[in-house]
T-cell receptor, first 115, second 116 residues
Framework: DGGITQSPKYLFRKEGQNVTLSCEQN?????MYWYRQDPGQGLRLIYY???????QKGDIAEGYSVSREKKESFPLTVTSAQKNPTAFYLC??????????????FGPGTRLTVL | AQKVTQAQTEISVVEKEDVTLDCVYE???????LFWYKQPPSGELVFLIR??????QNEISGRYSWNFQKSTSSFNFTITASQVVDSAVYFC?????????????FGAGTQVVVTP
């Protein structure tokens, strides 16, 4: 089945530690996105990528880093510099670079809790 | 700058009642795209519908219907004869054509609670 997988589903981290969230898609999509969701709020864009080895900062990139070494993978690292990392993280992908009418497909999310 | 406003934080209804979710947007783009997503308790966002700015036709899909009005910059969503399975958070989102990256601007979401 085609789709987006995110792992782990739940993640606990001690303050001061870096942690990496996995996002893999087998939809052959070019574009991938990372969002953060806080309780009662909408999704805010962290990073996005249109092609391998290229990515752009979103609205709240501080304290986060990404890589795009393979088309199907877009891992997100939450660094110790992120002051309030406890949140729900969603990865998404979208087919094609030209057709903006395509919707984004979302993974099941990772809930990160800093202890 | 683009903005999406979902003024209703939470709506509670009894099963079989109709519920309408409001979405008002702001954009300077003449070509843009609007989306609705559903987020059930599991957390994954499920795509419901998309509409481009040149297509003002209303749409009905089963118990769901959408009313797009450019004159009022609104793209409202109605669930007819609600069911418990409709309980979820619903997001309206906007993407402008001048943004070649296809980024979405989300509203804050509306929590729909349907009780038996």
């Amino acid at each position: 089945d085609g789709g987006i997988t995110q792992s782990p589903k739940y993640l606990f981290r001690k303050e001061g530690q870096n942690v990496t969230l996995s996002c893999e898609q087998n939809l052959n999509h070019d574009a991938m996105y990372w969002y953060r969701q806080d309780p009662g709020q909408g999704l805010r864009l962290i990073y996005y990528s249109q092609i391998v080895n290229d990515f752009q900062k979103g609205d709240i990139a501080e304290g986060y880093s990404v890589s795009r070494e393979k088309k199907e993978s877009f891992p997100l690292t939450v660094t110790s510099a992120q002051k309030n990392p406890t949140a729900f993280y969603l990865c998404a992908s979208r087919p094609g670079l030209a057709d903006l009418y395509n919707e984004q497909f979302f993974g099941p999310g990772t809930r990160l809790t800093v202890l | 700058a683009q903005k999406v406003t979902q003024a209703q934080t939470e709506i509670s209804v009894v099963e079989k009642e109709d519920v309408t979710l409001d979405c008002v947007y702001e954009t300077r783009d003449t070509t843009y795209y609007l989306f609705w997503y559903k987020q059930p308790p599991s957390g994954e966002l499920v795509f419901l519908i998309r509409r481009n700015s040149f297509d003002e036709q209303n749409e009905i899909s089963g118990r769901y219907s959408w009313n797009f009005q450019k004159s009022t910059s609104s793209f409202n969503f109605t669930i007819t004869a609600s069911q418990v399975v409709d309980s979820a958070v619903y997001f309206c989102a906007l993407s402008g054509a001048t943004d070649s990256w296809g980024k979405l601007q989300f509203g804050a979401g509306t929590q729909v609670v349907v009780t038996p």
